[in-house]
């Protein structure tokens, strides 16, 4: 069994205690549930910014801990300071060490727009989410039939959150894009194995739709290839693990952002 269906094996189990714990009534209930959610699309086409969505993450399955030490009310300003455009908060606790408290500290303490990253299966979730504060659900294409993901961003778009849907072939972008889809993002991280390589979004980039804002996620660690991707097209850019594995994230976001700037001179 990979670790993506490991993974989603679990989740199930997750997604249902949370039901019985949790009730949607009571999820509603939220200080957060009826406010007005932020475009990411629109700050991720933003002139005055690079693109960056930078991510609150404390541990992987492939790395294992990463950065627990981290404080998130201070790690989301900082980010922001920075110049990111936008948040993305890992909400699963087994595998990527998150909670749902990290996304509503960051919601408490930023004007930005949300990302909840966590592999999605069921309509629960996105109620969840809209919960915790975020602006915008990740759905991956890989974990997803075509079928439930048009479902899941239907209801998501229903919620009045944007969607980005992640692929990793050509196969995905073909079988699970559909008019509910805001974002794009091209994976260069194997699921089933975790390598990267930004070789992946170079060759998909021909295939997305053009309608779509798109992003390329993971890999990513220089300004250099933020300005490669730019010029192909990409709109933004989620990175995590780079950012976390240093000692100051905010302050390594704002040096590849600073990087990047350099080159464009």
């Not at 969840?128 to 602006?135: L, N, Q, T, V």
């Not at 780079?242 to 302050?251: D, S, V």
Request: hydrophobic share 35%; net charge neutral; charged share 30%.
């Amino acid at each position: 069994m990979s670790i993506l269906e490991t993974i989603v094996n679990y989740k199930k189990t997750v997604v249902q205690e949370s039901k019985d714990l949790s009730p949607v009534k009571l999820l509603e209930q939220s200080i957060f549930f009826n406010s007005q959610p932020i475009s990411m699309k629109e700050y991720l086409k933003r002139e005055d910014k690079v693109g960056i969505i930078a991510e609150i993450k404390r541990m992987s399955p492939s790395k294992g801990i990463i950065n627990d030490k981290i404080d998130v009310e201070q790690l989301s300003i900082s980010y922001m300071q920075s110049g990111a455009s936008a948040l993305s908060v890992l909400t699963d606790t087994k595998f990527f060490g998150g909670k749902s408290e990290d996304l509503e500290i960051a919601r408490k303490f930023n004007y930005a727009p949300i990302l909840r990253k966590d592999f999605m299966i069921d309509e629960y979730q996105i109620v969840e989410a809209k919960s915790m504060g975020a602006d915008c659900i990740l759905l991956i294409a890989a974990c997803l039939t075509p079928t439930l993901c048009r479902s899941l961003a239907s209801f998501a778009k229903n919620m009045r959150l944007e969607v980005l849907l992640e692929v990793r072939t050509r196969e995905e972008i073909d079988s699970h894009t559909n008019e509910y889809i805001d974002i794009i993002g091209v994976n260069n991280r194997n699921l089933n194995d975790f390598k990267t390589d930004i070789i992946n979004s170079k060759n998909l980039f021909e295939y997305l739709p053009k309608e779509l804002v798109k992003i390329s996620e993971s890999g990513i660690t220089r300004g250099s290839q933020v300005k490669e991707l730019k010029d192909i097209g990409y709109d933004g850019f989620l990175i995590g693990g780079y950012f976390m594995n240093q000692g100051e994230p905010g302050k390594a976001c704002k040096n590849l952002i600073d990087d990047y700037k350099s080159l464009i001179k």
